[in-house]
């Protein structure tokens, strides 16, 4: 279960709640970064965006764009699946 393909797979399925309605985008950032902190290649830009909606008050970017960049992730780990071809 502990492998890197175990934990992509979990990561996937978890990405998929999103566009489904089951998470908002912020929901999943926090989820994806506190299951696989910086250390998972695959989820890295989740994590990153999780530290983004950490930084709101002090930065130039805005909730609703943040929430923009965690969809397309979501989107891309839910379609770019191993094994398939796009």
Known sequence: ????AAQE???RVLAARMPAGELSPRELASRIHQRFGH?????????ELD???DTLDYGDRTAA?????VTAEA???TLDRPGTTA
């Open 51 to 53: 530290d983004d909606y």
């Open 75 to 77: 989107l891309r780990l």
């Open 39 to 47: 250390e998972l290649p695959l989820t890295e830009r989740l994590a």
């Open 65 to 69: 764009q943040v929430d923009a960049d």
């Open 1 to 4: 279960m502990g492998s890197v």
């Open 9 to 11: 797979a979990a990561a």
